[in-house]
């Protein structure tokens, strides 16, 4: 029996499996403010629900597969030079310090092999704001769930959805998630919050349109050869999808055939797939093939992370870093003693006993020199041999992903955005963020940059560059581009 757990801001949804059947489900509703942005503000109150939850639908607390609605997270996909396993954490590690610009040490980090050709390996790799996470822990451990395995929402629809190319839109209460899969791998995984009151599902519809033309553009310029072409299906989900005029409208404004997302699971006709299909996903971690590409394209290939593996690294560390300041006290201590071993008798029993660790030490000391000389060689050789593809675009992906301070100055960047004005870059250091961008019009630059100085979240708002771009011909301009900085 699998126990499934999905936490969004506005309830949160049980479900047990059975082996390919879903076998119970449950909901119970939060209180506002309880959970926001993807962030447990409350472990208390949430693991008081989760207990209610769990007793009203008879689920054992034992262990469960959770996700939380909007974690904030961060993934790329990277390829490296063929490599042995010893060799390969420190490989990717040393890729993801060039890619991405957030402090790693604010992340729990893991990584999967997804694709493998002549001399080069895939890596799916994602990181976790380590805040959040460890609320959901708390949260889950007030609650009485004694083992949990955490997962990404998006990863538990591309899952459920099992297809090798698809483009997934699920529509929450509080947060619209978009997710690409491209030979099998999601490609992208982005979240966007719906607008406020007084917008219509009409508004809504556009602007999910808007979002996933621009993350496809994005993909397309990144991954030519895996283009997200016109024939790919968009199969809708979401607690906001039910009805047909939902289904037509987007599939109005995007273009994409809309079908309904479908789990591979076996359900009662009563279940409202559309509301449960995360909790589906989750219950199908593991279960799915994880066979490696070896030609870079395959059918859905499951990403099964251990998301908690990094976290519980990080714990150990601080026991590991005591340990080794034991031991080398205790080495620097039996150096001391020795010449007065020695002094007594060289037949000693002591001294040949501390003689033969003292040559372990050595080799030891020998084998740590040449793993060092080998790593340094293993980085020259990354240094030539990995070329660092469209950083511009990633950077925007970590700014819309990523946790912390700079997200929440990113989210009033984008959320002040006006119709008609497209960012293209966003560059970030510890006072001031540049963004640049597209626009119908100047006029939509100006109300932009007035837009973001009414926010009152900035020094100082400054149009640095505006322009007009024009077609081939130069029969007249198409549109403007701009350069907006704004100090914090």
Known sequence: MRVTLSISATCIRLMTVKGQRVHKWGSAPLEPGLVKEGRIQDTGAVAGVIKRLFSEVKASRRQAIVTVTGLPFIHRLLSLPELKPSLMGEAVLR??????????????????????????????????????????IRTLSQAGIKRCVLDLKPLALARAAHRGNVAIVSLGPDSFDIVLVANGVPVVMHS???????????????????????????????????????????????????????????????????EPLASPLQFPPDLPVAEYVSNMGLALKGLLPKAVSRDGKTGYHDIDIDILSARRQVETNPLRLRQLVFLLAIAAGIGLLYPGYQAWSQADTGVVRLETELEGARQELHHTMLARAEMLELEDAINVLVDRKNVLIQEQEDILTAGGSVTDTLRIITGAMPAGVGIESIAVDSDRVVVSGVADTPASVVEYARALERTTAFIMVRIVEIGEVFDEEETGPVSTFFIIAVTR
């Open 95 to 136: 890729e993801v310090r060039r890619e991405i610009s957030l402090p790693l040490q604010e992340l729990y980090l893991t990584w999967q092999i997804v694709a493998r050709r002549e001399s080069e390996q895939d890596f799916f790799v994602l990181g976790l704001a380590r805040e959040p996470v460890d609320a959901v």
């Open 192 to 258: 966007i919050t719906p607008r406020g009151e007084g917008a219509t599902i009409e508004d809504n519809i556009r602007r999910i349109a808007d979002e996933l033309s621009r993350t496809v553009r994005f993909h397309d310029n990144l991954h030519p050869g895996s283009a997200i072409g016109p024939d790919t299906p968009l199969l809708l989900t979401g607690e906001l999808s039910t009805g047909v005029a939902v289904g037509e409208l987007l599939q109005a404004e995007t273009g994409y055939l809309v």
